[in-house]
């Protein structure tokens, strides 16, 4: 059974430097890309940073590249997402995803439709 677990959301101040984690088990974690979406309150998810399973090739949302940065520990089969100096438009429910190592998924990193497994997402909630 492939589980995604995330974890780090809560609270936080604006201009705080949040890390999400997102850790993996039942799939060869080295072989799956990983995701990042969110989700606010009245709005469609949308996308906000992906990572090859290879961990060199990584993809941002403009509304983020240049503060958020995406990693990952294939050893640990976990995913995390530095978010740094969050604003108030940043407050949703963050999810990982993981979509099948395919050569084609520079050109679907975006799409929800890619991904094969989700985890049930963390909130995070930026105050002033």
């Known amino acids: 059974q492939v589980q995604l677990a995330e974890s780090g959301g809560g609270l936080v101040q604006a201009g705080d430097s949040p890390r999400l984690s997102c850790t993996v088990s039942g799939l060869t974690f080295s072989r799956y890309n990983m995701g990042w979406f969110r989700q606010a309150p009245g709005t469609s998810r949308e996308f906000v940073a992906a990572?090859?399973?290879?961990?060199?090739?990584?993809y941002y949302a403009p509304s983020v590249k240049g503060r958020f940065t995406i990693s990952r520990d294939n050893a640990k089969n976990t995913v995390f997402l530095q978010m740094n100096s969050v604003g108030f438009v940043d407050t949703a429910v963050y999810y990982c995803?993981?979509?099948?190592?395919?050569?084609?998924?520079?050109?679907?990193?975006?799409?929800?439709?890619?991904?094969?497994?989700w985890g049930q997402g963390t909130q995070v909630t930026v105050s002033s």
């Open positions: 990572i090859r399973g290879n961990g060199v090739s990584t």
């Open positions: 995803a993981a979509a099948p190592n395919r050569a084609d998924y520079s050109g679907y990193y975006y799409q929800e439709r890619g991904y094969d497994y």
